[in-house]
């Protein structure tokens, strides 16, 4: 799906979600939302769409894909008319919406359960959070955002001498770890492996088989990944470093001479914004020329 042309409210596993989307081969629009906090299907528009997922390989390694092109097609009948234009050998997969929505909450939601324990774990949240840093003055550094970025930053930091304040909205560790890199391509690595079994008959002189007999199971292994990195990388990493204050309660907003979280000002010689982005149009017409 090309996101300059879909309209998404903020994805996360525990609301509904609404995306608006033209159909890839002839334009037609396309609506489909969620209900009952994402688990199941409340509208979609018309009703025979399907997807299709393009996948990327780097060196032939489904660890280290990335995901191409996420589509939407008002029909089979569709998706096979755009796809008669394109490599036979392209690689990727058709999904139903009911499909599509199973796949997601199997990538994102269950990494999601034991996050509230995950980010509020005692060794983190038990170690007051002051207001100033050393001798009651400001701190050196704050960094507002909690995921791998902002944690590099405050590490690096406190390694220097630096008094940091760790700012974090959410769960921590941020995009890769909980709902990124690490779940999916867990994922994407078990559905390569039945791949290649079953795309061995290629090749002469070649037998194999393998089946999916556990689901849940595959999943289960996915989300103990997902927080034992989480606890090994993140969690259990900052009571090593005694000049690192982290703050878990809201988001950050900057004013003079530091930040304000949930109404409390935290003074600060330096800030860094490590909070992530999502593609935005510029506040003036397409029409009008600029340089980004």
Request: a positive charge; aromatic letters at 6%.
């Amino acid at each position: 799906m090309r996101r300059r042309r879909a309209r998404h409210r903020r994805h996360e596993s525990d609301r509904d979600i609404a995306i608006a989307s033209p159909c890839r081969h002839c334009g037609a629009p396309i609506r489909i939302t969620t209900r009952q906090r994402g688990r199941a299907l409340a509208e979609v528009a018309p009703s025979t769409v399907v997807m299709w997922q393009r996948v990327r390989y780097e060196r032939g390694c489904a660890a280290s894909s990335l995901c191409a092109t996420t589509a939407f097609f008002g029909s089979d009948e569709h998706l096979s008319a755009w796809r008669d234009g394109r490599s036979a050998d392209e690689p990727g997969f058709r999904l139903s919406i009911e499909e599509g929505l199973e796949a997601g909450r199997a990538l994102f939601g269950p990494s999601l359960a034991d996050l509230d324990a995950a980010s509020k774990s005692a060794t983190v949240a038990s170690r007051p959070f002051p207001a100033n840093g050393r001798n009651g003055g400001a701190y050196d550094l704050v960094v507002v955002g909690a995921g791998s970025a902002g944690f590099s930053a405050a590490i690096t930091a406190a390694d220097q001498g630096a008094q940091v304040a760790l700012i974090g909205s959410g769960t921590i560790g941020g995009t890769c770890v909980n709902v990124g890199c690490v779940p999916s391509k867990t994922l994407i690595r078990a559905a390569e492996t039945l791949h290649n079994a079953r795309a061995a008959a290629r090749f002469a002189g070649i037998t194999a088989e393998a089946e999916l007999t556990d689901w849940c199971g595959t999943v289960h292994q996915k989300d103990v990944l997902v927080s034992d990195l989480r606890r090994a990388k993140y969690v259990d990493l900052l009571p090593a470093y005694n000049a690192i204050a982290y703050r878990v309660e809201g988001p950050a907003r900057l004013i003079d001479g530091g930040v304000e979280v949930n109404g409390t000002r935290i003074p600060a010689g330096k800030i860094i914004v490590a909070t992530g982005a999502n593609r935005r149009p510029p506040p003036f017409p397409a029409s009008r020329p600029c340089r980004i």
